[in-house]
T-cell receptor, first 115, second 111 residues
Framework: SAVISQKPSRDICQRGTSLTIQCQVDSQVTMMFWYRQQPGQSLTLIATANQGSEATYESGFVIDKFPISRPNLTFSTLTVSNMSPEDSSIYLC????????????FGPGTRLTVL | DQQVKQNSPSLSVQEGRISILNCDYTNSMFDYFLWYKKYPAEGPTFLISISSIKDKNEDGRFTVFLNKSAKHLSLHIVPSQPGDSAVYFCAASSGTYKYIFGTGTRLKVLA
């Protein structure tokens, strides 16, 4: 398994500001993923971050709004830019377990509230 | 368009009895299905999975059943324990890393 930590665990932010969420893994992984869980909704994939390449965004998500960095094999950041109350969600990072078909491990999540 | 649906938002079961959580999907291209469990303030943790070439997978108290013709899968927990109280998500993928999640079912096991 992989141990994943996220910072911050929660934050309350003002409309129009930006927040950067950090994700740290205890082992080197190729693929890292960022998800969003809006209140009462399912987890939705925002983007996939591979080290050394641009993140791949899912439909409905754009780099200007959710810029992602992946500087090495154990770390990634997701920035939520120019926030509005609709961005209030839990943001989770996950990693794919190498050698295991499609099994992903999730971080504890960052609960974001935008006022 | 919700491709993976969990129609029961909540379920209450007595300790020791069977818990059955259901999940329906619409995309026939899905070939791998997973169940995750989520406690408050924690990320989802992997529970059990099943490939589309199987119709049953068992791991201890947890069994997942897949009915491809009905596009339906279910998670059985026997016997249910209070520590099983959590939100359960089913997820599906079609041969890639991309998961499609259901909205979750909150299970409460009553002591």
């Amino acid at each position: 398994s992989a141990v994943i930590s996220q910072k911050p665990s929660r934050d309350i932010c003002q409309r129009g500001t930006s927040l950067t969420i950090q994700c740290q893994v205890d082992s080197q992984v190729t693929m890292m993923f960022w998800y969003r869980q809006q209140p009462g909704q399912s987890l939705t994939l925002i983007a996939t971050a591979n080290q050394g390449s641009e993140a791949t965004y899912e439909s409905g998500f754009v780099i200007d709004k959710f810029p992602i960095s992946r500087p090495n094999l154990t770390f990634s950041t997701l920035t939520v830019s120019n926030m509005s109350p609709e961005d209030s969600s839990i943001y989770l990072c996950s990693v794919e377990k190498s050698g295991s078909y499609n099994e992903q491990f999730f971080g504890p999540g960052t609960r974001l509230t935008v006022l | 368009d919700q491709q993976v649906k969990q129609n029961s938002p909540s379920l209450s079961v007595q300790e020791g009895r069977i818990s059955i959580l259901n999940c329906d999907y619409t995309n026939s291209m899905f070939d791998y299905f997973l169940w995750y469990k989520k406690y408050p303030a924690e990320g989802p943790t992997f529970l059990i999975s099943i490939s589309s070439i199987k119709d049953k997978n068992e791991d201890g108290r947890f069994t997942v059943f897949l009915n491809k013709s009905a596009k339906h899968l279910s998670l059985h927990i026997v016997p249910s324990q209070p520590g099983d109280s959590a939100v359960y998500f089913c997820a599906a993928s079609s041969g890639t890393y991309k998961y499609i999640f259901g909205t979750g079912t909150r299970l409460k096991v009553l002591a």
